[in-house]
């Protein structure tokens, strides 16, 4: 198995949003979102953020109210062959050749925080 780490460092306009994007599209199971908020300067206490996939939409990680550093591992429901979601099993969200979107709001004037994303 390999895994690829993919680094964006994000900083908030004025109002205290932002959007960034990975460099590089990413192209397999998306394995874990590992958020560091720095010791200085940081996101704001309750930041949101809204992170997807690029052009196919997928929501990778949404959640408001984040005040510290965080490790989140996404997953989404596996549907049966009838469309409808199962209660017992999840899978890896997948990317296909494209990046990963990065949406904040309520991070505060010109605060910062760093994402790692790991592919694999």
Known sequence: MYVIKHVVNVTTAADGTAVAYTAEPLN???????????????????????ITTEDTGQTVWQQNDVNASKTV??????Q????????AFF????AANERIKISISNGGNGATGQFVILEG
């Open 28 to 50: 397999g199971p998306i394995l874990k979102i590992i958020y560091t908020k720095p010791t200085s300067g940081g996101f704001a206490t309750g930041v949101d953020f809204n």
């Open 73 to 78: 591992a996404p997953v989404e429901k596996k």
């Open 80 to 87: 049966d062959t009838a469309g409808a979601d199962t209660t």
């Open 91 to 94: 899978d890896s969200i997948y």
